[in-house]
């Protein structure tokens, strides 16, 4: 046999092998299931909203309809949450025993036991499921949590409570909230504000300490109602404080003020609106 002649053979043998691989793929794609519907008694609507309570509970489910009553008392819930299925299309439930979530396979398995027939319409026409599409993200997100959504993928800070610190061994320590609403600062506090053992929340006007609490609030006025990127603006502190000095040095206190607040915004919302 030639070099040729052996080649020719290989190649009609891996025609012949794929041959037989696309046409036993195009076999088994073609759902049996549509196939053995047609054998299924049909049910109509009219029919299927007969039985729509605990004595007689049928269901639609992806087009084919299930006497369910038996299963009902041995459902894992209290019996309304399948009983008001009864009767109706039930699709939508089934695909979200909770929001987004559809049974379990071994509750596929179940649901066969009680198979009685396929929904048609007047004209005898199968039913599809009207709820098939709905079970799209943005549909199962309340507008809060799309808005939230949104502003994620775009990079822009959340609306929500944040809180972050500037800390250094237990000697500095600057603890900040705020709120940011539409992406301004409202409500901002510092919650702890220290350096060593001096505490600057509780000091009093003629400590020797005050104006450094009093230039530190100022920075807080200053960010009010501003966007979040005026945060920038502390880096130069004279467009922020009126009392800029070595005693101060208001430069390296904006620094701390700029640090906690963006450890806030890394760490994410502490609390929704
Ligand atoms: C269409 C209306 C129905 C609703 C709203 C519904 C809802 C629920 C809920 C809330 C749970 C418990 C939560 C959980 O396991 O995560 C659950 C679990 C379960 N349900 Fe349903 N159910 C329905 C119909 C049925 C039917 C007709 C069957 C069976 C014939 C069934 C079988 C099961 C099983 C076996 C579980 C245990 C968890 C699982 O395997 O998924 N349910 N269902």
């Known amino acids: ?22 046409s036993v793929n195009a076999l088994s794609s073609s759902d049996p299931d549509d196939a053995a519907d047609d054998d299924l008694d049909p049910i109509t609507l009219e029919e ?14 992806h087009g084919r309809v299930y006497d369910v009553t038996d299963y009902v008392p041995d459902h894992p819930t209290e019996e309304d949450v399948v009983l008001e299925w009864c009767g109706r299309e039930a699709t939508e439930g089934w695909d979200n025993k909770r929001p987004g979530v559809p049974h379990s396979p071994r509750a596929e398995g179940l649901l066969e036991a009680y198979l009685i027939g396929r929904l048609v319409d007047e004209e005898g026409e199968p039913v599809e499921a009207a709820t098939e599409d ?7 997100l309340s507008p809060a949590e799309d808005e939230r959504l949104h502003r994620a993928m775009l990079g822009l800070p959340l609306d929500g409570r944040y809180r972050g610190v500037f800390i250094d061994r237990g000697v500095i320590q600057v603890n900040i909230t705020f709120d940011l609403e539409d992406g301004h600062f409202t409500g901002l506090a510092y919650r702890h504000l220290a350096y060593r053992d001096d505490d600057y929340l509780a000091m009093e006007e003629g400590d020797d300490l005050y104006p ?7 920075i807080l006025e200053r960010l009010e109602g501003q966007p979040v990127t005026a945060i920038f603006a502390l880096y130069e502190p004279e467009r922020v404080v009126d009392d800029v000095d070595g005693y101060t040095g208001a430069t390296l206190r904006g620094a701390k003020v700029i640090s906690a607040i963006r450890d806030a915004l890394n760490r994410g919302v502490y609390a929704w609106p």
């Open 1 to 22: 046999m030639t070099i040729q002649k052996i080649a020719y053979s290989v190649f009609v043998a891996f025609m012949a092998s794929l041959f037989t691989l696309v």
């Open 48 to 61: 299927l909203a007969e039985h729509d309570g605990a004595e007689s509970c049928w269901k639609a489910i």
């Open 134 to 140: 709905t079970d799209t993200v943005a549909e199962r």
């Open 212 to 218: 450094v609490l009093v230039q530190y609030r100022q």
